[in-house]
């Protein structure tokens, strides 16, 4: 039987995963290696066909056996964490590594090993520091030395790949840990100097130059990264720019951040020999690259798509609800969009103190595209000194359809604006616990505290106050509150929602798309309108995270009357 096109070791990593995806959309029969099988679910879910997959089981740390035979061999495996013992790094790190090569010798089809190292690995010679550099980069030294002697002696054809720090969907570790804490107002400063250089290399340009390798010459070994990316602080500062967020305007060196307590810096000791001024020889990999048809991504524009990644998932949190997504300019405010922002059938506004996601049990059970942003200054959108009506307008300035919108609480009543204004850009307005028509908000909304005791809620806590049962998801709308300024728009918004009730309620005579009202009934209107009002039996509030069966049913019936 001929052998398998490729092996791939660690197939179910961050990076391993991307490869066998690539590999397999080349048409190459793939054996990956494989505890327990999260690699399959993940591939579908990428669309990729895993007919020509094969999943084999493997434990690296010891020697090989029983594997299918194979022409090119990938290892991708390796313990990449800080704070590692020392005996566990080297398991996998170099251990492994050399369990994965000698295999390999030993295969009689074999073509090429292409192996993972690391940008700053492959430039140490000499015994490395596990003092100084800690378990997890000063085992990836040693691997790859003694990876390379091995090879040698054993004469296999190897090629090692150094990467920059991988960006991509799913990475939640080591630069993105600073993004993490520039996005939740934790990054006082940034460390190192103006001249830190932090590498990185785009995930999918990565797989795509792997799976091209073994065309190329043997023993020649590469640095995978972008030499365009900014400078730290200039890094920093272009996500920060993209995300709406304030980019720290010091530096903290390195020496200095060394000798603070952890408690104080929230940097890892292990992360701070990372941050050098350090460059690194790529004109190899820039070379075959360009020679195999491979252009890397803008460094900006992969910063950019990366941080919106990290957004939607909340660094790792959760799964994002719906794609497309991520920050747009909109009216002053860098807005988070999520869904199709040109031929939505649905917009849906959220209320305070929600955010797009909230919207996720309702849309779910509606027909046809939708868009959801999160309003300016709440959830995960930048502020705008501009009034919400010109953020509204400007939001739908690209909608090709005439969507129902679906707007809920203090959202309501800009949404009837527009409807006013703008009666030909819609098909109707579906009004969902409508403030301006229901009795006051809690005295929290009124009260001084409502900012600080908003931004110590825990989700429960949250559930709580919003009276929805536990369990209900809203531990998204708990995370917002906690990020600067968010707790203080929120109740900001709801008190003067509160002293523009009696407008509002003025406007629904003007209003002439069709409206449907849907309440909950323990939270009823207190004054009557001319507009069909649907009451949902024990519901409150927050009926489109409880009921969302029940008022997934009324927007069909809105669209039916237009």
Same mark, same amino acid.
């Given at each position: 039987?001929?052998?398998?096109?490729?092996?791939?070791?660690?197939?179910?990593?961050?990076?391993?995963?991307?490869?066998?995806? !690539?590999?397999?959309?080349?048409?190459?029969?793939?054996?990956?290696?494989?505890?327990?099988?999260?690699?399959?679910?993940?591939?579908?879910?990428?669309?990729?066909?895993?007919?020509?997959?094969?999943?084999?089981?493997?434990?690296?740390?010891?020697?090989?056996?029983?594997?299918?035979?194979?022409?090119?061999?990938?290892?991708?495996?390796?313990?990449?964490?800080?704070?590692?013992?020392?005996?566990?790094?080297?398991?996998?790190?170099?251990?492994? &590594?050399?369990?994965?090569?000698?295999?390999?010798?030993?295969?009689?089809?074999?073509?090429?090993?292409?192996?993972?190292?690391?940008?700053?690995?492959?430039?140490?010679?000499?015994?490395?520091?596990?003092?100084?550099?800690?378990?997890?980069?000063?085992?990836?030294?040693?691997?790859?030395?003694?990876?390379? $002697?091995?090879?040698?002696?054993?004469?296999?054809?190897?090629?090692?790949?150094?990467?920059?720090?991988?960006?991509?969907?799913?990475?939640?570790?080591?630069?993105?840990?600073?993004? !993490?804490?520039?996005?939740?107002?934790?990054?006082?400063?940034?460390?190192?100097?103006?001249?830190?250089?932090? =590498?990185?290399?785009?995930?999918?340009?990565?797989?795509?130059?792997?799976?091209?390798?073994?065309?190329?010459?043997?023993?020649?070994? /590469?640095?995978?990264?972008?030499?365009?990316?900014?400078?730290?602080?200039?890094?920093?500062?272009?996500?920060?720019?993209?995300?709406?967020?304030?980019?720290?305007?010091?530096?903290?060196?390195?020496?200095?951040?060394?000798?603070?307590?952890?408690?104080?810096?929230?940097?890892?000791? !292990?992360?701070?020999?990372?941050?050098?001024?350090?460059?690194?020889?790529?004109?190899?990999?820039?070379?075959?690259?360009?020679?195999?048809?491979?252009?890397?991504?803008?460094?900006?524009? &992969?910063? /950019?798509?990366?941080?919106?990644?990290?957004?939607?998932?909340?660094?790792?949190?959760?799964?994002?609800?719906?794609?497309?997504?991520?920050?747009? %300019?909109?009216?002053?405010?860098?807005?988070?969009?999520?869904?199709?922002?040109?031929?939505?059938?649905?917009?849906?506004?959220?209320?305070? =103190?929600?955010?797009?996601?909230?919207?996720?049990?309702?849309? #779910?059970?509606?027909?046809?595209?939708?868009?959801?942003?999160?309003?300016?200054?709440?959830?995960?959108? #930048?502020?705008? $000194?501009?009034?919400?009506?010109?953020?509204?307008?400007?939001?739908?300035?690209?909608?090709?359809?005439?969507?129902?919108?679906?707007?809920?609480?203090? &959202?309501?009543?800009?949404?009837?604006?527009?409807?006013?204004?703008?009666?030909?850009?819609?098909?109707?307005?579906?009004?969902?616990?409508?403030?301006?028509?229901?009795?006051?908000?809690?005295?929290?909304?009124?009260? %001084?505290?409502?900012?600080?005791?908003?931004?110590?809620?825990? =989700?429960?806590?949250?559930?709580?106050?919003?009276?929805?049962?536990?369990?209900? !998801?809203?531990?998204?709308?708990?995370?917002?509150?906690?990020?600067?300024?968010?707790?203080?728009?929120?109740?900001?918004?709801?008190? $003067?929602?509160?002293?523009?009730?009696?407008?509002?309620?003025?406007?629904?005579?003007?209003?002439?798309?069709?409206?449907?009202?849907?309440?909950?009934?323990?939270?009823?209107?207190?004054? %009557?309108?001319?507009?069909?009002?649907?009451?949902?039996?024990?519901?409150?509030?927050?009926?489109?995270?409880? /009921?969302?069966?029940?008022?997934?049913? /009324?927007?069909?019936?809105?669209? &039916?009357?237009?």
């Amino acid at each position: 039987m001929d052998p398998l096109d490729a092996i791939v070791f660690g197939a179910t990593g961050f990076i391993g995963r991307s490869l066998v995806a !690539e590999l397999l959309t080349q048409g190459q029969r793939v054996a990956a290696t494989v505890r327990k099988d999260t690699l399959t679910p993940w591939l579908i879910s990428q669309g990729i066909e895993t007919g020509n997959l094969e999943l084999v089981t493997a434990d690296i740390t010891r020697p090989l056996s029983g594997l299918p035979e194979v022409r090119d061999v990938y290892n991708t495996a390796g313990r990449y964490a800080f704070g590692l013992g020392v005996e566990e790094a080297r398991a996998t790190n170099v251990t492994g &590594a050399l369990h994965v090569l000698e295999w390999a010798a030993a295969r009689p089809s074999l073509r090429r090993l292409v192996h993972i190292s690391g940008y700053r690995v492959s430039a140490v010679d000499g015994s490395p520091d596990y003092a100084g550099l800690g378990a997890y980069e000063a085992s990836k030294i040693e691997g790859d030395q003694a990876l390379r $002697a091995r090879a040698r002696e054993l004469n296999v054809p190897l090629n090692i790949v150094n990467p920059g720090v991988v960006i991509g969907p799913g990475q939640y570790i080591g630069l993105a840990t600073l993004v !993490e804490d520039l996005w939740n107002g934790r990054l006082p400063a940034v460390p190192g100097s103006a001249d830190t250089f932090v =590498p990185i290399t785009v995930l999918d340009h990565l797989a795509r130059f792997m799976a091209r390798l073994p065309t190329s010459p043997a023993g020649v070994h /590469h640095w995978v990264l972008d030499d365009t990316t900014p400078r730290l602080p200039e890094l920093i500062g272009t996500i920060a720019g993209h995300t709406g967020t304030r980019a720290p305007r010091r530096t903290v060196p390195v020496g200095l951040v060394r000798r603070l307590p952890r408690k104080l810096t929230g940097a890892d000791p !292990e992360t701070l020999s990372f941050l050098s001024t350090d460059r690194y020889p790529t004109a190899g990999a820039d070379a075959f690259a360009t020679d195999a048809g491979l252009r890397t991504p803008a460094a900006t524009d &992969a910063l /950019h798509t990366w941080a919106d990644d990290l957004v939607a998932a909340r660094f790792g949190a959760t799964s994002p609800w719906l794609r497309p997504y991520g920050f747009h %300019p909109v009216a002053g405010s860098r807005t988070w969009l999520t869904g199709d922002r040109h031929r939505p059938d649905h917009v849906l506004l959220h209320g305070a =103190p929600m955010n797009a996601d909230l919207w996720a049990p309702l849309a #779910s059970l509606l027909t046809g595209p939708v868009l959801a942003p999160d309003l300016p200054g709440l959830g995960r959108s #930048s502020a705008t $000194a501009q009034p919400m009506d010109s953020w509204l307008a400007e939001l739908l300035d690209p909608v090709q359809t005439r969507p129902l919108l679906v707007a809920h609480s203090l &959202a309501c009543a800009p949404a009837l604006r527009f409807a006013i204004d703008h009666p030909t850009r819609i098909s109707g307005l579906v009004l969902v616990s409508p403030s301006f028509l229901q009795a006051p908000a809690s005295p929290l909304a009124r009260s %001084p505290l409502a900012a600080p005791l908003m931004r110590r809620m825990s =989700p429960a806590r949250l559930a709580h106050t919003l009276g929805v049962p536990n369990g209900v !998801e809203v531990k998204s709308a708990a995370a917002d509150l906690h990020r600067p300024g968010v707790a203080r728009r929120v109740a900001a918004a709801l008190r $003067a929602d509160i002293t523009r009730r009696s407008k509002s309620r003025a406007l629904l005579d003007q209003v002439s798309v069709p409206v449907q009202i849907i309440v909950g009934s323990t939270d009823p209107l207190v004054t %009557p309108v001319a507009h069909p009002v649907t009451e949902v039996a024990g519901a409150g509030h927050y009926l489109q995270l409880t /009921h969302p069966a029940q008022v997934a049913h /009324h927007p069909g019936a809105v669209a &039916a009357r237009t």
